[in-house]
């Protein structure tokens, strides 16, 4: 379990990184959402928040991707993204899920990826829905 604590002149935050889905700018402050869909304003920018990220995890160990000017998300929560519709969707798998606008070219780039690291092929609607792979040939016959 990953925690952070945020300290300001008033009060100390303790935050669960594990759990949080996502942060997203708002003016001068940042929401954080965690995936369950309890909210909070912190009273630092998104560039702040992203320097107590990278200072607060181990290098290379990180789940959170920044997305433009505007958005941090939690990849371990990454289960969709739609280029076509401009939008991903970060879920538990259970009953929590967020949908969230994101330009197409910022998905381009999270999609490319995904794809390189998890080498996913592409494929079509019958792979999307969990069919199973098309068998493979046997060795071919012997020669007589």
Partial sequence: ???VCINTRD???????DQVAFFQAEGNYTRLTYIS???????TGLSGVE????????KGSSAFVRLGRSLII?????SNINLLKQYLI?????????RLQVPKHLLK???????????????????AQGSAPAPQPDAAPAAK
Avoid: C, Q, W
């Fill in 1 to 3: 379990m990953k925690k």
């Fill in 11 to 17: 009060e100390l935050l303790i935050l669960d990184l």
């Fill in 37 to 43: 869909g309890y909210a909070l304003v912190l009273n």
């Fill in 51 to 58: 320097k107590i990220l990278v200072n607060s995890l181990p």
């Fill in 74 to 78: 939690n990849e371990n929560f990454l």
């Fill in 90 to 98: 970060l879920s538990d798998l259970r009953e929590h899920h967020f």
């Fill in 109 to 127: 780039l999270l999609k490319d990826r995904f794809t390189a690291r998890y080498n996913a092929p592409r494929g079509g609607r019958a792979a």
